[in-house]
C-alpha cells in the first residue's frame, strides 16, 4: 500500500484559512472515500497546441492500495492527445460542495497487474453484473491512464467548515 499523505493547508488565507494550524483539516479518508464513491470526475489537461486548459468528465476509479486514479478515453481524445505532450493534468470530483481535486502526472499504462485491476474495478463500479464484460473490454481497448498524484486539495463549501476544513495534501 502506498503511504498517506502529508496535511496541511492550502494558500488560502485570504478567506480566513489558517496557514500554519493544522487543527480541523480533513483526514486523508475522507478524500478517499469520495474518491471512491465519485461516479463523474473532471479531467483537466492543457491542450497540447495552444496551452490552452480542456475540462472534460470522464469515469474513473480511485484504487485506495497505490493511491492512484484510472481512466480511459479514446485515442482520438483531445484529452489523450494532450497527455501524450503534457502529462500534467487535474482530476476533480463531480461533488462542488465536498470539493476532492488532485493533481499530478498521468501515465498511459498498456498492460499490467494493476491495469487489470482498474478495468476490474471500472467494470465493477458502472455496470451491472452482465454488462461488466462489455464495459471492461471497451476500457481495455481505449487509452488507459493511471494518475498519481503529487498534491490534493479538498474544500467543505458550506460557510462553517469552509475555511477551518480546508485542506491540502502533499505525497
Known sequence: MASVPRSGRPRM????VPIDDVEGTLPWQWASERLAACRNFWVITVSHREARPHAMPV?????EQSQTFWFSCAFSSMKHRNLLANHNLTVAVSDTVEVVTLE?????????????LAIATYGEKYAEPEKRTELQEFMAANATWQVVPERGFAIIEREDEFAARATKWTW
Open 104 to 116: 499530478g502526472r498521468a501515465t498511459l499504462v498498456a498492460e499490467g497487474p494493476e491495469r487489470a
Open 13 to 16: 488565507a485570504e478567506y480566513g
Open 59 to 63: 469515469w474513473g476509479v480511485w484504487l
